[in-house]
């Protein structure tokens, strides 16, 4: 005789299941890594994913690491793995920085010193903003405000914000000129002036940043391949 419970009992259980199963994906989140100022060889480092638990990461600075699918816990810790103590592991911490909710995250490393132990400062950047083709993003982590034409599009970067632009190939094929300049007081000084290509299949990160050994205004590009 069937128990006029167990289905009830069934359908409760699957739908346990199926909560469960949504809470672990939502709680998962796609990483990719970049470091700067760029180094001749950057090492990898480590992910702090839980007590005793790391992930070896590639930082390289030319462009995005691969992406590693991670538990996306409250923050993110990078560092390096030492010998346990009192019979418990030990990490190194270079650095760390509230999560965002994001499903991809791009996780900016900024290094503070020439060696990876001097410590990175950790910038999660959302990676599925609408940030598309043929589109640029400049992130101003320097401690003067910044102004720009890029491919037409005035626009101006306060301390650390960022802005988009969808600039025009306005000098011809893919490229598009660009001028930036620095406040010092009340006075806007030339910083950088170039032409930028733009392709259907990327988009530009482009990261201004005191140098931490020269103190100098620099400017880092990453391509990023869509």
């Not at 009992?9 to 796609?30: E, K």
């Not at 914000?161 to 490229?175: E, M, T, V």
Request: proline share 9%; glycine share 8%; net charge neutral.
């Amino acid at each position: 005789m069937c128990h006029p419970f167990r289905f009830p009992l069934v359908v409760l259980t699957l739908a346990a299941m199926l909560q469960s199963s949504h809470a672990q994906v939502a709680a998962s989140a796609t990483v990719q890594f970049v470091s700067f100022p760029p180094v001749a060889d950057p090492k990898p480092i480590e992910l702090l994913l839980g007590e005793g638990k790391t992930l070896v990461i590639e930082i390289p600075s030319d462009l995005p690491s691969d992406p590693y699918q991670v538990p996306r816990g409250a923050s993110w810790t990078v560092g390096k793995s030492g010998p346990e103590k009192d019979g418990k592991p030990q990490f190194n911490v270079f650095g760390t920085a509230p999560s965002l909710a994001s499903s991809h995250q791009l996780i900016l490393l900024f290094r503070k010193g020439p060696s990876d132990a001097e410590g990175f400062k950790v910038i999660p950047l959302d990676f599925k903003s609408q940030f598309g083709d043929r589109m640029l993003l400049f992130f101003n982590l320097a401690r003067e405000e910044f102004a720009a034409e890029v491919g037409g599009v005035k626009f101006s970067v306060k301390p650390g914000a960022q802005r988009i632009i969808s600039p025009k190939a306005d000098k011809g094929g893919n490229l598009c000129h660009a001028d930036l300049y620095y406040r010092k007081e009340e006075t806007w000084k030339p910083f950088f002036s170039a032409n930028w290509p733009l392709y259907d299949t990327t988009r530009g990160l482009f990261f201004i940043y005191p140098d931490p050994a020269s103190s100098r205004l620099t400017l880092h590009a990453v391509d990023v391949s869509l």
